[in-house]
């Protein structure tokens, strides 16, 4: 099973894109999902993170404010709303679900699927 991400694209500096997230088998139930990214060069780092039930929602310092994660529990769907959107965003994002430890902790994540490649010009 993957968790599959799509909606990446090429955006100016301060424009939006919206990343959607779903199971590679319909089937197939989710439960608390996140989203990280990772630049050339550099380790996945968290983005943003969502519990089952949507109501409890976690983001790193570098997006708040200016990104909104949400979901569609009853279509295993997670999105990421990405607003003010800054160079330095740029970066190939992935969906996953927790399994275990802190929502914060890559480690912690399983179903990993390709990622949508986001690219923020300036």
């Known amino acids: 099973v993957q968790l599959q991400a799509c909606g990446g694209g090429l955006v100016q500096a301060g424009g939006s894109l919206r990343l959607s997230c779903g199971a590679s088998?319909?089937?197939?139930?989710?439960?608390?999902m996140a989203w990280f990214r990772q630049a050339p060069g550099k380790d996945r780092e968290f983005v943003a993170a969502?519990?089952?039930?949507?109501?409890?929602?976690f983001y790193a310092d570098s997006v708040k404010g200016r990104f909104t994660i949400s979901r569609e529990t009853n279509r295993n769907t997670a999105y990421l709303q990405m607003n003010s959107l800054k160079p330095e965003d740029t970066a190939l994002y992935h969906c996953a679900e927790r399994r275990i430890g802190s929502y914060y902790d890559v480690r912690g994540y399983r179903y990993w699927g390709v990622g949508t490649q986001v690219t923020v010009s300036s």
């Open positions: 969502v519990n089952l039930g949507g109501g409890s929602k």
């Open positions: 088998r319909p089937s197939v139930s989710t439960g608390d």
